[in-house]
């Protein structure tokens, strides 16, 4: 294929035009998408602290990699244990990354994983058992290099 110089130069005022006009922005979760996400997840139960423990790091070099790992103090057992663990990034354009699905066969409720991050933003987990109880632990992360266009 090859390019005119008048398509060339159409393409070069295109972008021009885009540069001084301004690109659309990546738009960001709003509070209200990640309370509407935590409601959804917890039925509307109110998510108390603590079991539940979320490790992240403090700074990320780099916000396409993020390694996070989640684990829930849990007997594991038919009549108490962790059903779901969902993983929520506050800052990203879509708050869910990431849902993670137990039973008693699994033995523990621990899940690692990497997330993108589109900046420095808190990152959510929240655990749902078996009597309906939920749990949550929140940590923020320093984002220096975006990874979802930031």
């Not at 922005?25 to 998510?47: C, N, R």
């Not at 390694?67 to 103090?73: A, L, W």
């Not at 007997?75 to 039973?103: K, R, Y």
Request: hydrophobic share 45%; glycine share 12%; charged share 15%.
């Amino acid at each position: 294929m090859t390019i005119t110089r008048r398509q060339a130069l159409a393409l070069g005022a295109g972008a021009a035009v885009l540069t001084v006009a301004g690109l659309p922005g990546v738009s960001l979760a709003d509070d209200a998408k990640v309370q509407a996400a935590i409601d959804a997840f917890s039925g509307g139960t109110a998510p108390e602290s603590g079991t539940v423990s979320l490790t992240a790091p403090e700074i990320a070099e780099n916000g396409n990699t993020v390694p996070i790992g989640v684990s829930v103090d849990s007997p594991m057992t038919e009549a108490d244990h962790v059903t779901a663990v969902i993983l929520l990034a506050a800052g990203n354009p879509q708050p869910g990354v990431a849902t993670f699905h137990f039973s008693p066969m699994s033995g523990a409720a621990e899940a690692t994983t990497r997330m993108r991050l589109a900046k420095t933003q808190d990152v959510i987990a929240l655990a749902k058992t078996s009597t309906g109880k939920v749990y949550m632990d929140r940590k923020s992360v320093k984002v220096t290099i975006g990874g979802c266009g930031g």
